[in-house]
């Protein structure tokens, strides 16, 4: 895809998580058969002719490898690797607040290894059209609504649900504008622009092998897909 040399592209990739679910494995740092699961990410966000600049927001923990792993594999686009916060939101604000002149982010969770370059792209054509867009998949299953109690409240209609994914991607004034008026806790970078109430997100096809890595039985999943890829 072919953009103007003004509009410059940002990415911030998340990965300050704390792994709780992992079995004592940090999911940023663990080996997927050559490389740390991290790698993949910004390997791809590398080799991706619309980025021009990543920022990698980690635990404080994990600085020192992340530095060692970008000298290593000479990433020239990342430019600053940054402690994150307590939440995801506080270490996603913190990376748009290392972007320099981008008129567009992509924001993504380091913990989802196979995002393509293609994912991406065309994350950017669709942002085109409201300024916010996020990948997305159809929901497969039935839901149900339910209380605290567990008691079912409601069954929403399956067609119109959809489970949502990163690569999320913003037109930068847009995401930063609110970032700045947030309230509460969100759980994905979308949710903080539909509070404004005046900006549209649109939804655009993500993929199935772009899993998140949660429990070790992921890592298994994602080894699996990566041997299907042919590497």
């Given amino acids: ?26 999911k940023i740092l663990a080996q997927l058969r050559d490389r740390p ?3 993949y990410v910004i390997d791809t966000f590398e080799g991706c002719e619309s980025i021009n600049q990543i920022v990698v927001v980690v635990a404080e923990k994990n600085m020192a490898p992340v530095r060692q792993l970008v000298t290593e594999r000479g990433w020239s686009k990342v430019t600053d690797i940054y402690p994150g916060g307590r939440r995801r939101q506080d270490s996603v604000l913190a990376g748009l607040e290392r972007l320099k002149r981008c008129e567009w982010v992509v924001i993504h969770d380091g913990a989802r290894p196979l995002v393509t370059v293609d994912l991406i792209e065309r994350g950017l054509e669709e942002v085109k059209e409201t300024g916010a867009a996020i990948a997305a998949l159809r929901t497969t299953d039935t839901i149900k609504v339910a209380g605290v109690d567990r008691i079912v409240r409601h069954t929403p209609l399956r067609e119109s649900l959809w489970a949502v994914q990163t690569p999320q991607v913003f037109r930068f004034d847009i995401i930063t504008e609110a970032y700045r008026r947030m309230k509460g806790e969100v759980t994905d970078d979308a949710e903080i622009v539909e509070q404004l109430g005046y900006y549209k997100v649109k939804l655009y096809m993500g993929s199935y092998d772009n899993i998140k890595i949660t429990t070790p039985a992921d890592l298994v999943l994602a080894e699996a897909i990566l041997q299907q890829r042919g590497g």
């Fill in 1 to 26: 895809m072919k953009r103007e040399r003004r509009e410059l592209v940002g990415a911030v990739i998340v990965a300050a998580g704390t792994s709780e679910r992992m079995e004592g494995v940090d």
């Fill in 37 to 39: 699961a991290l790698a």
